[in-house]
């Protein structure tokens, strides 16, 4: 992501395969696990680069 702010980037794009979301590959049964702490760092870390 340093790079990306170094480059003059305004966004980050998170392909994210749905399998590793969900719980049994449920579209509708999200893995809060996931969400709440590896996504949410993910954002954390593109938000303290403006990205």
Avoid: C, Q, S
Wanted: aromatic share 20%.
């Amino acid at each position: 992501m340093d790079f990306m702010a170094e480059e003059g980037f305004n966004f980050v794009r998170l392909p994210m395969d749905y399998r590793l979301w969900t719980e049994n590959y449920e579209y509708f049964k999200p893995n809060e696990y996931v969400l709440n702490t590896v996504l949410d760092k993910y954002i954390e870390e593109a938000n303290a680069r403006h990205l």
